[in-house]
């Protein structure tokens, strides 16, 4: 998956997530019959978001660093300069 693609994912991940909240509060606001009710749910709603958003995040990019680190890595022993041979 090229870099342009995990770009245009993660913002359909995010919008995604943000139309979920939006519906979410909807259903809130509709259902709660109390301020505090609705506040409580909110809180709930908002951090089941953050974590679901994180998740689907680290989803999309810890493959795409994991390779990335792993080719520096690969370039870094290839390209190093021959160093003195270590005492035994």
Same mark, same amino acid.
Not at 63 to 69: D, N, S
């Given at each position: 998956? =090229?870099?342009?693609?995990?770009?245009?994912? =993660?913002?359909?991940?995010?919008?995604?997530?943000?139309?979920?909240?939006?519906?979410?509060?909807?259903?809130? +606001?509709? =259902?709660?019959? =109390?301020?505090?009710?609705?506040?409580?749910?909110?809180?709930?709603?908002?951090?089941? +978001?953050?974590?679901?958003?994180?998740?689907?995040?680290?989803?999309?990019?810890?493959?795409?660093?994991?390779?990335?680190?792993?080719?520096?890595?690969?370039?870094?022993?290839?390209?190093?300069?021959?160093?003195?041979?270590?005492?035994?």
């Amino acid at each position: 998956m =090229t870099l342009k693609t995990r770009l245009w994912l =993660t913002a359909a991940w995010l919008a995604f997530a943000m139309a979920v909240a939006v519906g979410g509060m909807v259903v809130i +606001l509709q =259902t709660s019959t =109390t301020k505090q009710q609705a506040d409580a749910r909110a809180e709930r709603l908002g951090l089941g +978001l953050g974590i679901f958003s994180e998740l689907g995040a680290a989803g999309l990019w810890l493959p795409w660093a994991m390779e990335r680190g792993r080719q520096q890595r690969a370039g870094a022993r290839s390209t190093a300069p021959p160093g003195r041979p270590k005492r035994l």
